[in-house]
């Protein structure tokens, strides 16, 4: 007979071991940084851009870079995603600067030449700390927030407590938590996340205008995710569907550059539903229909 009692306690050990290592070893599954050497120089073709280094409360420093051009209608701040550097990023403002607009960058701590230690706090205050810097020499009616995979929460967290003139979600997750249950279920995923990033309950708080891409064959953050957040604000909100877009490839579809074009380019405007269909039910009676 086996003994019950034994095998449950073996579990349960295993369970909690494995909830440890999860804990404090999950920023090595989360972030994929690529290092930098301090005297690294950025070159990107047909582009003018300038480094900057700004430091901290705490002593750290966030290296960016800020994408110029000729008479800008406004500035976008490109919150990246989990891997690599701004070094690779950078190549992607292009699809920014080419509709007028500046393009700030920025690596997170411990990314390219940013230092300091990380943590979801810090992460939260340096982005804050860095559109603070923005603000000082840009309305925020003229500031775009963009999010990409990762950077989709941190970008609605800042769009939640300030006020920007509009908040773009590239491939957005409902929150990190949600997505990690997906690949360790048996997990207290809640308990054990240490950057659970919410981008739903954030979504909540947001009160500019808010457009969300994402492709139909995303497998690491599904489409569906982006069709529940949509939800959470619908009179603000657009949703953008890149038919056959993967997770890393949005931007080889000529639909998602229209579909920018269109978003960075927007004006809102209000509609007069008054002469609409807007309230006009279908019955499922018979009528009779005179031609």
Known sequence: M????????????????TSTVLYYLQEYFIFKPEKLDKDFEFHYNNQVVEEYNLETRDGAIINGLHFKVENPKGVVLYLKGNSKSIKGWGKFAVDFTRHGYDVCMLDYRGFGKSTGRRSFKAIKRDLQFVYNKLKEKVDEKYIILYGRSMGSGFATKLASINNPKMLILDAPYYSLSKVAAKFIPFMPVSLIMRYPIPT????????????IIHGTHDKLIPFKSSIK???????????????????????NFESYHKMLGEIINS???????SNTSIGVKHSSKNVNVQA
Do not use: D, E, Q
């Open 229 to 251: 957040l949509s939800k959470i604000k619908p009179k603000l909100t657009r949703l953008y569907t890149v038919i056959g877009g993967g997770h890393k490839n949005l931007n």
């Open 2 to 17: 086996p003994n019950w009692g034994y095998i449950a306690v073996i579990i349960l050990a295993f369970y909690i071991v």
């Open 200 to 211: 739903y309950k954030w979504l909540k708080y947001v009160n500019c205008p808010i457009h």
């Open 267 to 273: 004006k809102m405007r209000k509609i007069n539903l």
